[in-house]
């Protein structure tokens, strides 16, 4: 059996893809899964397991083989877990006869409807991201099953942040904090992050550990935060994985709604997320501790509704992200000590 799985969106929206590929693994043991992921997820890719081949989509001429390699499979079933123009014209590509998306592309698109054979009654808006990728499964006979998040994290990824540690002299247990993303809308003031640095950087019990992606809007962000306090700078000096390595040995990772916060969540580190634009409800995680953050309330979100406007990350205080911050490390002192 072939089966193919179009995941051509973003980091997180393929981590969050990795209960459906552990149940369709565990229900078809035998089969030979191939799956297109967009070309910005390339250094995830060594921690997705249960997948037997993968092709890159780059949005370019180059994407003409991974086309070419599709349309010589002819597959068994193909779930499409983006669907936008260019994950439909995989699917009809793949030739499979079962050709799976959510109803939603017959609302939106009668010539691309026709491109599929089966349609799951769900939408995303009306599910966690998770739940909906599981949703796919359900004409293939899979319900019910896991939704735990699955990373395994390769052993050069955990060496090259124990080496970091070394090298920066991180000696104590830490903190991480990732204030970027890749959106400007999600960012925190950068006068605010300095607050809570000073807040914590007095505390000789703990180490703290700044990081950040590469692009130029995040690292001027960074740079603000650092012009105003004094901390363990690793910004722009780990890859991917090397980071959710560093964020697995963490005491607390502290973020907004990014990607890190997705790696926390595969590797069960607590976290504290500042959520704003996005909604919680569709995005958070599940499994492992995490507080969310969002609008002016002092204390960490504890309902979450499919439907709500967009809020400026200005609303969340710098108190509310102290306070939870608090509560997180305490509860593991607590922990500890029982």
Not at 173 to 178: A, D
Not at 229 to 237: A, M, R, V, W, Y
């Amino acid at each position: 059996m072939k089966i193919l799985l179009l995941q051509l969106k973003r980091i997180g929206d393929l981590i969050l893809t990795t209960p459906a590929i552990a149940a369709l693994r565990e229900c078809f043991p035998e089969a030979h899964v191939t799956m297109v992921v967009s070309s910005e997820c390339a250094d995830l890719l060594p921690a997705i397991s249960g997948v037997d081949r993968i092709l890159m989509a780059r949005r370019n001429l180059s994407d003409l083989a991974a086309f070419l390699a599709v349309a010589g499979r002819k597959f068994d079933y193909c779930i499409d877990f983006t669907r936008n123009d260019r994950s439909a014209f995989l699917t009809f590509l793949s030739g499979a006869r079962k050709r799976i998306v959510s109803y939603r592309v017959r609302d939106q698109s009668k010539s691309r409807a026709r491109l599929y054979t089966d349609f799951v009654n769900v939408r995303m808006r009306d599910l966690h991201t998770t739940d909906y990728n599981l949703s796919l499964l359900e004409p293939l006979g899979i319900r019910d099953v896991s939704s735990s998040l699955h990373l395994q994290l390769p052993q050069s990824a955990h060496e090259k942040a124990d080496a970091l540690r070394r090298n920066w002299n991180v000696t104590k247990p830490f903190v991480v904090l990732h204030p970027g993303s890749a959106r400007q809308e999600k960012l925190w003031e950068a006068a605010r992050w300095a607050q809570v640095i000073k807040r914590f950087v007095r505390n000789n019990d703990l180490d703290l550990i700044l990081t950040s992606g590469a692009s130029k809007h995040e690292q001027a962000h960074i740079a603000a935060i650092k012009n105003e306090t004094k901390i363990i700078d690793l910004s722009g000096k780990t890859d991917l994985l090397t980071l959710a390595a560093l964020i697995r040995e963490a005491r607390l990772l502290v973020t907004v709604d990014s990607a890190p916060m997705h790696l926390a969540a595969g590797t069960h580190t607590p976290q504290v997320i500042l959520f704003g634009p996005t909604n919680p409800f569709h995005w958070r995680p599940r499994q492992s501790p995490a507080l969310i953050l969002q609008g002016k309330s002092p204390q960490p979100v504890t309902e979450f509704s499919p439907v709500q406007p967009r809020l400026p990350m200005s609303q969340i205080s710098t108190e509310a992200v102290i306070s939870a911050m608090d509560l997180v490390l305490s509860q593991h002192a607590a922990a500890r000590t029982s």
